[in-house]
């Protein structure tokens, strides 16, 4: 295996000029065009990296431009390697072009550096190197590469349903080292419910919240009220209860313009919600004790079920296993006027638990607060066990590769892994390593990318032998 990190090494220089190109092209999803389901930047990424593959003299086939890939070696299984070219948009806050592909002091800088070229145009190369050392292997290996996993996911699902092949084994260089192996189940919750009629002081509209996936930082409840006493005695009640419980509120709106009240909180994302403060449950606990009214007396009773509980709880949810740790949920968009409100949940539970009978529950107590429920989306967990052989391989390769332990992870948030059959996530980021994924000036240290190709280009070997 010396000879492989050595022959990569020796193909560095063209590996990163490579990169270097696809990072060029601003891979961002845009409307489609023919042959170009994601859009035209996208279809030029997935067009350069299989010119690079057949120069390369490796196998290339495409689906629809949803799915490209390239092949080596023989037999009737597959191993597959799962990466994307796509990117999020590069967003502000760069202080070097983000589709320059600069390296500065020992870092190549660009949208997709880690998240996914890096390793995609990486895992290229290093077919590209165990073909040229014509290694022996059992099975093919494939580099599948994705054009939609940052807005919506729908390319690996064509592919499989266009009878692309699935793998024996895969693993998706578009996570953590050492191993991700388990990732929770997600249930994405809709709950509506009326409001009571108010007597005196109305509730116009609330609104918190950008994303179901995210804690609201902020909430926004707009009050009617009947006359400019009525409503500058509210908001002293509003303040004094606010700052007696450390709360920052803003309120807007004077004489007999309509009451704005907003509140800040602390965003997190959806799947670690105990670390952040949700404004919407904050506000809607505020009203109920300041707002004499029955409306929001029932906004309080429902956002208490989930306030100061991140684990639910309060709802009969809090369930934790060994392999993926405690069970969250976010309260994430909340909408509500007049008569009518809802809420949108967030649901991570462990590799293990029962999902029916966690829906079960939920719908029990949805029921008894009269809340119409609606599942909007289900995503099983995903697990494979330290004693699977996918995992075994995984480790003894990352063993011998960095001399660090093997320890699995698991993770609350989803990783491109569950769109392929018996696949995990494995790299690129290393432990301890900063977190540069989605953010400004995202790189990828030059020892870092080689480290990496070096390791995929050993897995792709062990699980092809
Ligand atoms: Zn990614």
Not at 85 to 97: H, I, K, T, Y
Not at 296 to 302: F, S, Y
Request: charge should be negative.
């Amino acid at each position: 295996m010396k000879t492989l990190d050595r022959k990569l090494q020796e193909l560095f220089p063209e590996i990163l000029s490579s990169l270097q190109a696809s990072i060029r092209i601003p891979s961002v999803r845009s409307a489609a065009e023919e042959g170009a389901p994601f859009g035209r930047e996208v279809g030029r990424a997935l067009d350069h990296a299989l010119c690079e593959a057949r120069r390369l003299g490796l196998r290339t086939g495409e689906c629809d431009g949803y799915v490209g890939w390239a092949e080596i070696g023989d037999g009737d299984e597959m191993v597959a390697v799962l990466a994307h070219l796509d990117v999020v948009p590069a967003g502000d806050g760069w202080s070097l072009p983000p589709y320059g592909a600069e390296v500065r002091e020992g870092r190549l800088y660009g949208r997709g550096a880690m998240d996914d070229k890096g390793p995609a145009i990486g895992a290229l190369w290093a077919l590209h190197a165990i073909r040229s050392l014509a290694l022996p292997l059992h099975r093919r290996i494939r580099l599948i590469l994705g054009t939609n996993e940052e807005s919506g996911m729908a390319d690996i699902p064509h592919y499989l349903q266009a009878g692309g092949e699935s793998p024996r084994f895969g693993f998706t260089p578009d996570g953590d080292f050492p191993i991700v192996a388990a990732e929770k189940g997600q249930l994405h919750i809709d709950l509506r419910g009326a409001l009571p009629l108010p007597r005196q002081i109305g509730l116009k509209k609330l609104t918190a919240g950008t994303a179901i996936n995210v804690v609201p930082d902020e909430a926004v409840a707009i009050l009617s009220c009947p006359d400019e006493t009525a409503a500058a005695k509210l908001g002293r009640v509003l303040n004094e209860d606010a700052s007696a419980r450390g709360i920052s509120l803003a309120l807007r709106g004077s004489g007999a313009e309509p009451l704005e009240v907003s509140l800040r909180g602390r965003s997190a994302h959806g799947s670690t919600p105990e670390r952040g403060v949700n404004a919407a449950l904050l506000l809607m606990d505020l009203l109920g004790e300041t707002v004499d009214e029955s409306w929001a007396c029932r906004l309080k009773e429902v956002g208490s079920a989930f306030l100061d509980a991140p684990e639910g709880r309060k709802l009969g949810l809090a369930i934790s296993d060994a392999p993926s740790g405690a069970l969250t949920c976010n309260v994430g968009l909340i909408e509500g006027g007049e008569s009518s409100f809802r809420m949108g949940l967030d649901i991570r539970h462990p590799v293990t638990a029962d999902a029916e009978e966690l829906l079960t529950r939920l719908r029990g107590w949805a029921q008894g607060e009269s809340l119409h429920m609606e599942l909007l989306r289900r995503k099983p967990p995903l697990w494979m066990p330290q004693e699977s052989e996918l995992i075994r391989r995984l480790q003894k390769v990352y063993r011998e590769k960095t001399g660090q332990e093997p320890s699995l992870l698991s993770m609350g948030g989803g990783t491109y892994a569950k769109a392929l059959p018996n696949t995990v996530a494995f790299g690129p980021r290393f432990p301890g390593d900063p977190d540069v994924v989605h953010k400004a000036d995202e790189y990828i240290s030059l020892d870092s990318l080689l480290r990496t190709v070096q390791i995929m280009a050993a897995a792709m070997v062990e699980l092809a032998s």
